[in-house]
């Protein structure tokens, strides 16, 4: 089901006293917001941001997941274990995962069907890189991480669309560049997973929010550094 969802990725951002303090901050400029709203925060602070958000309209997420219920698997954390401090949501596949860490279609989809299994609302990442969009392949790029990410998963799933060459450059796709591509997207995900939730992000900001959200195709946002400024992360998530 479609639904208009704006998720902050604090990224490695935030010590606890600065979580604290933006929630503060955060809570009275959203209490009356008509979307979701989820904060994908640290390991270290979900636990802090959930008692935080208890009786509020703010979701708390996990910026991964383990595939594994437990064991020998050093720096992983479980679906379990981010359930256990008050994540719902998990984001899957980042493309700094992927770049930096070595995730692959494969990882992902083993722990998107994990994420399932134990109950957490995934948020699952695809996007080209500007070599590849400038090569003609950002349909087969997508189509391959959609195909091979989702394979075997049922349940409820939000994709985000994240163009590689606009996170963190201060570059964006043109709202309508953005919406044709998303478009695509929905097209190789339905039926896979039915319809469902596709967020725009690249760069998403106070500034450009509103001009993407206004796209028929984008039905929110996955918001990096805007979502560390609660001022501007609330005017997002008061986009109409």
């Known amino acids: ?15 606890k006293s600065e979580a604290k303090q933006f929630m503060v901050e955060l809570i009275p400029l959203v209490k009356d917001a ?5 904060l994908c925060t640290p390991y270290t602070d979900i636990h802090r941001v959930y008692k935080l958000s208890l009786g509020t309209n703010i979701g708390v997420g996990a910026q991964n997941v383990s595939w594994a219920d437990k064991g020998a698997f050093t720096g992983e954390i479980s679906a379990d274990m981010l359930k ?8 899957i596949g980042h493309s700094e995962r992927r770049a930096y860490f070595g995730e692959t279609d494969e990882s992902v989809n083993k722990r998107l069907l994990q994420a399932l299994k134990c109950g957490l609302k995934p948020i699952v990442c695809v996007g ?16 391959r991480q959609l195909t091979e990410g989702l394979k075997g998963a049922e349940g409820d799933i939000i994709i985000a669309y994240e163009p590689v060459w606009a996170i963190g450059t201060g570059r964006t796709a043109t709202p309508e560049t953005a919406n044709e591509t998303i478009a695509f997207i929905r097209k190789i995900v339905t039926p896979l997973i039915g319809e469902t939730s596709i967020l725009y992000g690249g760069s998403m900001n106070a500034a450009n929010a509103q001009s993407l959200l206004d796209m028929s195709e984008i039905d929110g946002g996955l918001i990096g550094g805007a979502s560390l400024k609660s001022a501007d992360f609330s005017i997002i998530v008061h986009c109409k």
């Open 34 to 38: 008509k979307c979701e709203i989820v």
């Open 84 to 91: 256990e401090v008050g994540a719902s949501y998990c984001i």
């Open 128 to 143: 080209e890189t500007l070599d590849e969009r400038e090569g003609g392949l950002t349909e087969k790029t997508l189509a």
């Open 1 to 15: 089901m479609r639904r208009r969802i704006i998720a902050g990725n604090w990224k490695m951002n935030m010590l």
